[in-house]
C-alpha cells in the first residue's frame, strides 16, 4: 500500500515549456487535490477532483490544467511554464472523514 | 486567499519544554485538522477534530476544537529533537459542500538539546 505517489520528485523548466506533474493514489479515496506551497504562505489549493470525470478549481488554478479519467490518478499540467510557477507541489488524497493525505512533493524550478 | 490566522509563525525551544500553537478565523469551521511537515517530505496528519470542544490526544500531541468553532490549538508536551518541523492547521468550512480545506500558514518549531 504505497498511499500517495508523486513523480518526478524534482524538475527544473525553461520558461515556456510544458509538463505534467503524475500523482497516484491506491487508498480508492474519491477526493484528490492539488497544492502548491511557496515560502510563509502555507498551502494554495490549485484543481481537485470529488471523482472520476469531475474536476473544479480551488484558488489558484491559472496556468494549470487537470483531468480525472480514473480514481487512481490526477495529474497536473502546466501548459507554459512561467518562474512564478517555481514551488512545491503536492498531491492529496481526501477519505470521507475529510481527513486528506498528502504526497512527498514534486519541487519545480522555473527558470 | 487564507481564512486561517496561525501563530506563532516560529518557535525556538529547548529540549523537555512544552509547544502551543493556535488557528484563528472568522470563520466557522466542520472540521479541524493538524498535520507536521518535515524538511523535504509533505505534511502527515497528526490529529483530526470534528466536534466543538473536543480535546483529542496522539502521544505527547494535544489538539482541541474550540467552542466558537472559529479556533483551534495544538499542544506539544515534553518536547524532543524529532518535533521539529512545520506545524500547519487546516479547516473546513461549514459553508463548503466539497469539503475544501483552508490552510494556516505553518509554525516552525526549532527544538534546541
Known amino acids: 500500500n504505497a498511499g500517495v505517489t508523486q513523480t518526478p520528485k524534482f524538475q527544473v523548466l525553461k520558461t515556456g515549456q510544458s509538463m505534467t506533474l503524475q500523482c497516484a493514489q491506491d487508498m480508492n479515496h474519491e477526493y484528490m487535490s492539488w497544492y502548491r506551497q511557496d515560502p510563509g504562505m502555507g498551502l494554495r489549493l490549485i484543481h481537485y477532483s470529488v471523482g472520476a470525470g469531475i474536476t473544479d478549481q480551488g484558488e489558484v488554478p491559472n496556468g494549470y490544467n487537470v483531468s480525472r479519467s480514473t480514481t487512481e490518478d490526477f495529474p497536473l499540467r502546466l501548459l507554459s511554464a512561467a518562474p512564478s510557477q517555481t514551488s512545491v507541489y503536492f498531491c492529496?488524497?481526501?477519505?470521507?472523514?475529510?481527513?486528506?493525505?498528502f504526497g512527498p512533493g514534486t519541487r519545480l524550478t522555473v527558470t | 486567499g487564507q481564512q486561517l490566522n496561525q501563530s506563532p509563525q516560529s518557535m525556538f525551544i529547548q529540549e523537555g519544554e512544552d509547544v502551543s500553537m493556535n488557528c484563528t478565523s472568522s470563520s466557522i469551521f466542520n472540521t479541524w485538522l493538524w498535520y507536521k511537515q518535515e524538511p523535504g517530505e509533505g505534511p502527515v496528519l497528526l490529529i483530526a477534530?470534528?466536534?466543538?470542544?473536543e480535546l483529542t490526544s496522539n502521544g505527547r500531541l494535544t489538539a482541541q476544537f474550540g467552542i466558537t468553532r472559529k479556533d483551534s490549538f495544538l499542544n506539544i508536551s515534553a518536547s524532543i529533537p524529532s518535533d521539529v518541523g512545520i506545524y500547519f492547521c487546516a479547516g473546513q468550512l461549514t459553508t463548503d459542500s466539497w469539503g475544501k480545506l483552508q490552510f494556516g500558514a505553518g509554525t516552525q518549531v526549532v527544538v534546541t538539546p
Open positions: 477534530l470534528y466536534k466543538a470542544g
Open positions: 492529496a488524497t481526501r477519505d470521507t472523514d475529510y481527513e486528506q493525505y
